[in-house]
């Protein structure tokens, strides 16, 4: 089975730029969370989603940041406009059943640098 | 803010040998997972224990949980070159729905031939 695949692996963008990741869960998955990671603030938790409804953003941190979910198969995590300290690998990670004794399945990130 | 912290921040080891990292978390939970991230890649879950097991084992993996301290250790015996990577704790967050995972600082493991 395909794990969850995010695109692109790589983003190079200068600041004031529109940032678009993508992520397709693992099909059957019915949660779905986006994280940042940086060496400063580690792996933290932006926003997730439920059978496609965002469930808690609490973690996006400015108003800049958005995040959408059309279908089952299919997620974007938006910032606009982008600035440097946005800089850090995104990752997106889906589970079957939300409550937290469910493994959560990552994709392989996009590493993103704006200038 | 992280719940979990591992320590030590990084380990260096031979082949062969035993590693252990361990975590202190704060909060009350109902399971501890484990997971591990090399280089470029993203987290794989290794292992999940709950709150009333105290040791649980997977292949050469072992795991112990003590909820009175508030802390768990992964043990990885008989190491190898591929186990080379960061290795991270997790908790949930169980207000709020109970769905989220909150992740350590990360133990760096470099596991030298």
């Known amino acids: 089975d395909a794990g969850v695949i995010q695109s692109p692996r790589h983003e190079v963008t200068e600041m004031g730029q529109e940032v678009t990741l993508r992520c397709k869960p693992i099909?059957?998955?019915?949660?779905l969370f986006w994280y940042r990671q940086t060496m400063m603030r580690g792996l933290e938790l932006l926003i997730y989603?439920?059978?496609?409804?965002?469930?808690?953003d609490s973690g996006m941190p400015e108003d800049r940041f958005s995040a959408k979910m059309p279908n089952a198969s299919f997620s974007t995590l938006k910032i606009q406009p982008s600035e440097p300290r946005d800089s850090a690998v995104y990752f997106c990670?889906?589970?079957?059943?939300?409550?937290?004794?469910?493994?959560?399945?990552f994709g392989d990130g996009t590493r993103l640098s704006i200038l | 803010s992280q719940q979990g912290e591992e320590d030590p921040q990084a380990l260096s080891i031979q082949e062969g040998e035993n590693a252990t990292m361990n975590c202190s978390y704060k909060?009350?939970?109902?399971?501890l997972q484990w997971y591990r991230q090399n280089s470029g890649r993203g987290l794989v879950h290794l292992i999940l224990?709950?709150?009333?097991?105290r040791e649980k084992h997977s292949g050469r993996l072992r795991v112990t949980l003590d909820t009175s301290k508030k802390s768990s250790s992964l043990l990885i015996t008989a190491s190898r070159a591929a186990d080379t990577a960061s290795y991270f704790c997790?908790?949930?967050?169980?207000?709020?729905?109970?769905?989220?995972?909150?992740f350590g600082t990360g133990t760096q493991l470099k596991v030298e031939l």
């Open positions: 990670a889906s589970s079957h059943g939300g409550n937290s004794n469910q493994p959560q399945h």
């Open positions: 099909s059957g998955h019915d949660y």
């Open positions: 989603f439920n059978n496609n409804v965002p469930i808690d």
């Open positions: 909060t009350s939970i109902n399971n």
């Open positions: 224990i709950r709150s009333n097991e």
């Open positions: 997790a908790t949930p967050i169980l207000t709020g729905g109970g769905n989220k995972l909150t």
